[in-house]
């Protein structure tokens, strides 16, 4: 088997936007990502992952809105301003933000469940090309992506729903230890 693929998978980090430097991530990089995104296996064919690539001046426009919709649907006990500023300025720290969405197939020949899979296939596709490429990215899912107003602000298409954000940007930090407890304990061997 081959080292290089394992230990792609083994370094693979969540690097989160406040680690980024800022530097510009090139375009091609980016398209590069989304086509290896394409290439997830998925049941029947359906094809059902979709994204929109924010980036220049769509990242302030997408962190305002991400700002606003936390004020107005996060509870006034759970509340707090420097939240609402950090989630303003999540994606103004990006390089690029990949919004990650969901078609599902109008005849519904699979379960929910299997497209969610196959689009989070397409992402880990993305995550491991942006490791190859020494990017960091990081997939946030922030509970009010399912409003309205976030459907309205990304032009969400009838049977369309958002999954999530793919934020990615060149970092300088160091390497993020990993964290995994053993295989062997999420493992049962069946021989007979």
Not at 42 to 54: G, I, L, Q, S
Request: proline share 6%.
């Amino acid at each position: 088997m081959s080292q290089n693929i394992n230990s792609l998978i083994q370094k693979r980090r969540s690097i989160f936007p406040s680690m980024y430097s800022g530097q510009p991530v090139d375009d091609k990089l980016i398209e590069q990502l989304l086509e290896n995104a394409n290439w997830a296996p998925n049941h029947r064919k359906t094809e059902p992952w979709r994204f929109k690539v924010y980036t220049g001046e769509a990242l302030g426009k997408l962190g305002d809105c991400l700002a606003n919709l936390y004020q107005k649907h996060v509870p006034a006990e759970k509340f707090s301003s420097k939240k609402q500023e950090k989630t303003a300025q999540k994606p103004r720290k990006c390089s690029h933000v990949i919004v990650i969405c969901m078609q599902r197939d109008e005849a519904e020949r699979v379960p929910e469940w299997e497209e969610m899979c196959a689009v989070a296939c397409a992402v880990q596709n993305m995550w491991l090309t942006a490791t190859a490429n020494g990017l960091g990215a990081y997939w946030s899912s922030p509970g009010y992506m399912k409003r309205d107003e976030m459907r309205e602000f990304l032009g969400l298409n009838s049977g369309e729903q958002c999954l999530g954000f793919f934020y990615v940007g060149h970092y300088d930090g160091p390497d993020v230890p990993a964290q995994r407890k053993p295989i062997e304990d999420k493992v049962v061997w069946v021989r007979e």
